[in-house]
């Protein structure tokens, strides 16, 4: 079934390591985007990309780093530079032309600073 | 600027009732989309429903419909006969065509059903 994969589900990280989320698309979708959830609050754009090999700063990408070397993936690494990561990751794809073109989400990644 | 506000951290609806959670938006763009996602406890985003800025129909998907006001800039979500499984994360969207394909996503608001 086409989806987006999301791994690892949860992840613990010592304070001062850096740590990659994988994120994986067999939809054919160009745009591909990472977003931080809080508890209790809405998604926040940490970067986005809409084509191999480029991709955009969104609202809080200090910290965090991407790249987009195929189309499928979209990894997102969480710099020791990132001064609060323990979060909820989603990271989501959709088409970049075309109605409704909603975002199709993974199940999550779940990361927590020791 | 692109904003989306929902103005209802938490609502309370008794099984089988209907409620209304409030979503409005901001725009100088004349063609997006409005959107509304579920998340129940797993953390999982599931698509409700889609409205585009020149349908002039309100969109309708089973218990799910969007009152869509564009005077108001309004896109509020009605669920009818609520269910338990109704009880989640509810979270409005934007996505305006023009600015680089990005979402702009509201705080969300909190819907519980009571049985």
């Known amino acids: 079934d086409g989806g987006i994969t999301q791994s690892p589900k949860y992840l613990f990280r010592k304070e001062g390591q850096n740590v990659t989320l994988s994120c994986e698309q067999n939809?054919?979708?160009?745009?591909m985007y990472w977003y931080r959830q809080d508890p209790g609050q809405g998604l926040r754009l940490i970067y986005y990309s809409q084509i191999v090999n480029d991709f955009q700063k969104g609202d809080i990408a200090e910290g965090y780093s991407v790249s987009r070397e195929k189309k499928e993936s979209f990894p997102l690494t969480v710099t020791s530079a990132q001064k609060n990561p323990t979060a909820f990751y989603l990271c989501?794809?959709?088409?970049?032309?075309?109605?409704?073109?909603?975002?199709?989400f993974g199940e999550g990644s779940r990361l927590t600073v020791l | 600027a692109q904003k989306i506000t929902q103005t209802q951290p938490g609502m309370f609806v008794q099984e089988k009732e209907a409620v209304t959670l409030d979503c409005t938006y901001d725009t100088s763009d004349q063609s997006y989309g409005l959107f509304w996602y579920k998340q129940p406890s797993s953390g999982e985003m599931i698509f409700l429903i889609y409205?585009?800025?020149?349908?002039?129909q309100n969109a309708t998907e089973g218990r799910y419909s969007l009152n869509f006001q564009k005077a108001r800039k309004s896109a509020n979500l009605v669920i009818s006969a609520s269910q338990l499984g109704d009880s989640a994360m509810y979270f409005c969207a934007m996505r305006v065509w023009n600015t680089g394909n990005q979402f702009y996503f509201g705080t969300g608001t909190s819907l519980t059903v009571i049985p």
């Open positions: 939809l054919n979708h160009d745009a």
């Open positions: 989501a794809s959709s088409i970049l032309t075309g109605v409704p073109g909603e975002l199709f």
């Open positions: 409205q585009g800025s020149y349908d002039e």
